[in-house]
C-alpha cells in the first residue's frame, strides 16, 4: 500500500513538473501580474481536479460494481491512452517557450476562475485520471470511491506544492529556462519514461 501510494506521488510530481499549459499559465501570470496572482491560479486548477476525481471515483466504481472485466478494458485503454501520450510527448518540441505579452491584469479571484474553468472544461484531465488513477488502487478493504479520493487528494497536494513553487520561484524558473535550453529535452524524457512505466506496470500479469 504504501510503496503504491509513494510511486503514485513519483509519478505526479514529475507530470506536474513537465512543462505544459496549466504550469506554463501559472508561470506567466505570475511573471506579469505576481506571486499571488500565480498562486491564485494555482488554487483555480487544483479545485477543478476535485470534479474530475468525483467523476472518475463515481464512475469507475459504478463499472467495478458491475462487472470486473470491464474494469480490465478500462486498464487496457488506461496504458494505451498512457502509451499515446508518451509517444505525443516524443513527437513534442522539447523547446519550452512562454509569452508574457498581451497579457492582461486581472484579480486573484478572476484567475482563480480562470484556473478553475480550464481544468473543468478540459475533458483530457478526465480522460487523463480515467487512465491515472485506477492503476494506484491500493486496498482491497477500502472502498473504491475512498480509495480515488486520497489519490486524488494527493494528486492535488502534490500538484499544488510543484505549481506554487512556480509561481513564487517564477523569475528564477524563467531565467533558467532561458539561459539552458537543455532542461526542456530532460523533462520531455522524464514525462515519456513515467508514462511508459506506468503502461508497463498495468500490462504486466
Known amino acids: 500500500m504504501t510503496e503504491t501510494l ?7 510530481a514529475t507530470l506536474a513538473f513537465s512543462p505544459g499549459p496549466d504550469n ?5 501570470q505570475s511573471i506579469v501580474n505576481g506571486k499571488k496572482y500565480g498562486l491564485a491560479t494555482v488554487l483555480g486548477l487544483m479545485t477543478g481536479c476535485i470534479i474530475h476525481t468525483t467523476l472518475v471515483a463515481f464512475g469507475v466504481s459504478a463499472i467495478l460494481k458491475q462487472n470486473e472485466n470491464l474494469f480490465l478494458i478500462i486498464k ?7 502509451l499515446y501520450l508518451a509517444y505525443q510527448v516524443y513527437k513534442s518540441d522539447a523547446s519550452i517557450t512562454f509569452s508574457t505579452d498581451n ?9 482563480f476562475k480562470t484556473g478553475f474553468w480550464m481544468n473543468v472544461l478540459n475533458p483530457k484531465v478526465t480522460i487523463f485520471f480515467l487512465a491515472f488513477f485506477p492503476q494506484f488502487l491500493f486496498s482491497e478493504t477500502i472502498s473504491t470511491v475512498v480509495q480515488f479520493y486520497i489519490l486524488g487528494g494527493l494528486f492535488i497536494i502534490t500538484s499544488f506544492i510543484i505549481f506554487s513553487s512556480i509561481a513564487l520561484l517564477a523569475g528564477s524558473i524563467s531565467e533558467t529556462i532561458k539561459q539552458n535550453k537543455k532542461i526542456g529535452i530532460y523533462l520531455k524524457w522524464m514525462q515519456i519514461v513515467v508514462f511508459i512505466a506506468i ?4 500490462l504486466l500479469p
Do not use: M
Open 76 to 82: 487496457l485503454f488506461g496504458a494505451g491512452y498512457l
Open 103 to 111: 497579457v492582461s491584469q486581472k484579480t486573484t479571484f478572476q484567475l
Open 24 to 28: 506554463i499559465f501559472v508561470l506567466v
Open 6 to 12: 509513494i510511486s503514485f506521488i513519483l509519478a505526479t
Open 199 to 202: 503502461a508497463c506496470l498495468i
